[in-house]
């Protein structure tokens, strides 16, 4: 059994980390830490988890995190490089699922993120884990950064179009949109539901720091600089991500095979036949990304079409897929479970 | 395994049965028939189960349900009454979702569902399962009168009530809400989004069918018949199920203790510490039915708040829960998935 | 033209009296304070109101409220009876839509609200704002307190029973629903949308600060002191409050003829024909309450439906409706709007 | 006052019109027709009208239209192209808010709307009703062909761009998003709150009938054809549509002051600040339409912000501006309210 701790378990991503972990057959989960909560019952805030988890909230600096062979950072951007150091020294493995240790280039992550990085040498060594890329570089890794959620879905939908450099690179566009739980369980007047439901906007669009993050991730595929233009809009509901892409081709090709080959032996990336419309409920609860490939009126637009569960395969679920290769357990244990729907 | 089949798989309660008997261990789903979408790929209809049922729904009559130990009716009212008897008869259990068992006076049940009852003579042998009252003869039954939703939540709410004699058993009250996947996947105007969304109405208040089912449940449990308000509403939430039961003081008693006391060895209901208010989504997507205790005030009046997600505890799992004890698998197996929060 | 300030206008009912009172034909709006937002335009924060409010939030010190023929008070509770007195004593007229003077006994509801009250001499003078009860005693008042949401909603829907004296009114029942906009524009996880939707939950069952201004209401009209078991839900809607109410009858009368003699005359309450559900879109966005009025199976358990919008005839609609009163104005002058459906 | 009659009034459509004819000044509502509704009161199917529209649905052959100034249809595509010439021949003048005279080119027509053209002679004379565009026109216009709903806004959101020929005309990209009310009040399947809720999704990807409309529209505009991919989208919100519109760039200009000179007069466009993000509630139950223009990290891709109330300016209020012109009303006679925030 793989001994783990959480970091940081009020928020969506700690909830939903209780969820999978408690239903994971290779796993112990033997701390988990809230500054504000300590003494808590988990089961006290999240009333779903009664009778699966038996835990307390503990005091970060008194729990036994260095007895973990794998600790969860489900905090805030910027606790992750300040904590995550020492249980590394200690030789505990880390996955954070915050921002910390996402972009190579530090002064930019400094400017995005607005704060001074506070262990600019552990990003060199932190793998990216999106297991779709860098399954075997996850697997020997002590520190993962666990990806955003509009970048997982923008490069799981985008990859193989760019790997095969079949269209116009300067010129990508992703058009998102996210449930709310994707801004996380924090008190915003903008969160609220007498302002999200109901309605409809984009934000952010002169620039929102998933942005460099894809920008990253789709040129480290190209080999080269890619140009994007990201455009995040916040819908009414609750978890799921759907990221409608535009690239001009260059060059004719059959996409629907080339997504198919690529996509074959990945046991949470599903192509669709051609002429679908994935909806976001049918990844609802799941770690899997549904994806479509369209080319409207057979003219040189193409547009992908990538649903993912922004808590799931956007957070949680691709931590604990990454947690499964970096132990050699099985990458789909203790994520089988079906999509809820309706 | 236990070799079943589903009548009638195209709605959602036809959807969660494949959802649950897919993640079960011990199930081999052998058919699922559908009338009107014979040849259709199961998962063409529901994408949600894709790699995971790889099945096309059959002709009812072309298909080898007389080979399954077990039939599931997931089929509006009225179709198991003509269907089922065959299958018992050539020695197949039945477990019927809909209606057409669970009245025990066939002419009150000819009154409220309109139309005349096909088999009269099963009636009086069908199980009403409701395993927290009738485990012990579901065990033994050929035929299972799956319970409604509504009568669910109530009769649970209310049962230790009920059974100690405690309150005014001529005017209970149960003031219950409803999400909207309760009517089912047709098409009609009342269920549209913009006519159910950001909306909430009563409906039925002069008389709903769940109404003799209830009273006719509490009445058994009682050994005496009782007076029922019922009054259903519906709100906008997809799965779930919220009872509001009022009942007057008879006699003093510590009534947080009567509700642990009767559930302690229920795998499926879970009562709450005192003071607590179960939300819906806190056994969204779960076989729990989750119960609170109030008394205003130090006030005569009983407040009981139960709730349970329809599609589960409500009709599926409960019938995949009635399955484990008919078959004699562990009573949890294939239903312990935890609730999905948020 | 009625010169009027509205204090705190930051908040659900600020906006909603902005939305209602720029359209009135008789009012002039001098004057919206802030403290916390003084200087910022309101239609950037409310972009909504572009093109028809050319307004500033102003800082409460140095505005011009005391100018004002009348102000509305939309502020958290507490905050009214500290600045209210000195308007007050300048001749302004004052509406609170808080709860600061709604309950006569000053213990009771210093216990309830858990502040000291400031100005227990001016809560004997004011008037409560129910006009279907009040509307003489409106039309004098210097000092107007808006009745609450339920309130609203609950007292409309029992008045002409309690009224008759035709019902046991020592166990009144009422389960209420409200929209998630009655808990304001305050940044609170419980309101949050990831919370709030696809959920349903009773709250405040032990005991929630309407339950002694309904008694209150309805002790009034009764002319001695009722019992009430007061249970309020929170759902997945932005407006609407459904009230469900129970009472057990005494005496036999024609009930549907009791409600429309009762509101025959009354401009916003809306008695809907016999069988009606009434739901709560169709009040949504104005000022109406409509009823139905039921006796399930011929019981002696009568159950009356009452909605209203909660920031219209539960706040800002009813605040306007008394303004229009106590100036001499149409009473439904600006309040004509038709609501908005679907 | 303008004499009006209704077409088909029972759908989202004929239920806007109602609400925004029966509040306005300078009109008359002779009749409203549905077949099979015929002898229904209106506020029965629609009781958000009570005590303010007095009318019963009539047979559309038993009724005066003839005797109408105005005759609105507001049925299926198909239904106007049949029935309307000869209320035209009779000089009734009549304003379709269907499709069936958007299209000049009738083959066009037949082949996206799949069936042959009933009037083509029409066609021709019929005025595109875009109030922004062809005001003059619409003037003097014997029969209207009211705008679609996401022609509306992505129109209007390309016109000041398109007009002065300062992007790649060749390849415009749409991404729109629509509330459940643009797909009418028909019962489907795939329009029911349990398939709606929580979840969003691409449709159409390969061709949507709105995709000529909006081509014809802005190739008009250009004075050239253009270029458009079209990706619709359907969001669980009631009403609304949010159009995010990308186009690369040619020539540099002050694109913000762009926007503002062109709807400087337009009553019904607002251009907001620059960086700003509209939200569709901002428009909810209004006739406007707001607009914000980007240009994300200074690079060579627009980005267009545009969003309209799919009921209101995307068809029952733009067809009520469309008569206001007819007639010689006030532009934004009976079209003042408010929107409804929250």
Redesign the interface.
């Known amino acids: 059994m793989v001994k783990v701790g959480i970091v940081g378990g009020t928020g ?1 991503t700690g ?1 939903e980390l209780l ?1 999978l972990l ?2 994971h057959p290779g796993v112990e989960i033997v701390t988990i830490t809230s500054r504000g909560d300590a003494g808590t019952s988990v089961c006290s805030m ?7 988890v038996d835990l307390e909230f503990e005091d970060p600096l008194a729990s036994n995190l260095r007895s973990c062979d794998l600790v969860f950072f489900a905090t805030p951007n910027g606790v992750a490089m300040q904590q995550a150091p020492e249980l590394l020294d200690a030789g505990v493995r880390v996955i954070d699922l915050a921002a910390d240790f996402r972009i190579t280039d530090v002064a930019e992550w400094e400017k995005w993120y607005g704060m001074l990085h506070a262990c600019p040498e552990w990003v060199a060594s932190a793998v990216y884990g999106l297991p779709e890329v860098n399954r075997v570089a996850i697997r020997e890794a002590r520190l993962v950064a666990n990806p955003g959620c509009y970048p997982t879905a923008v490069q799981l939908g985008f990859l193989p179009l760019v790997e095969a450099g079949l269209v116009d690179l300067d ?1 990508l ?1 992703a ?1 998102a ?1 996210s ?3 994707g801004a996380g ?1 924090k ?3 903008s ?13 952010g ?3 929102h720091r998933h ?1 460099p993050e894809i920008r990253q991730g789709l040129s480290r595929i190209a080999g080269v600089g890619v ?1 994007l ?3 995040p ?1 916040l ?6 991500i ?1 990221a ?1 892409l ?1 690239s ?1 081709i260059k060059e004719e090709a059959d996409y629907q095979s080339l997504y198919e080959l690529r996509y074959a032996n990945e046991p949470f990336v ?1 192509v ?1 036949p051609a ?12 770690n899997t990304c ?1 994806i479509a490939i ?1 080319r ?2 057979g ?3 193409m ?1 992908v ?1 990538s ?1 993912i569960d922004n ?1 799931v395969k956007g957070a949680a679920g691709q931590a604990v897929q990454n947690m499964n290769i970096m132990f050699g357990l099985g990458e789909t244990d203790g994520l ?7």
Request: charged content about 20%.
């Open positions: 969506y909830v969820r408690a239903q999240f009333p779903s988890l009664r009778g699966r010129h566009i058009d949109k449930g709310v739980s369980r008190a915003e007047v969160s609220l539901f007498s302002e999200a439901a109901d309605n409809f906007k984009a934000y669009v002169p620039g942005l140009g233009t990201f455009v809009h819908m009414p509901v609750i978890r799921g759907h409608t535009y001009r599903d669709l002429m679908s419309h994935p909806d976001t409920r049918s990844v609802r609860a799941a549904r369209h409207p009126q003219g040189d637009t547009v079409l649903v808590l089988w479970q079906l999509p809820v729907l309706p």
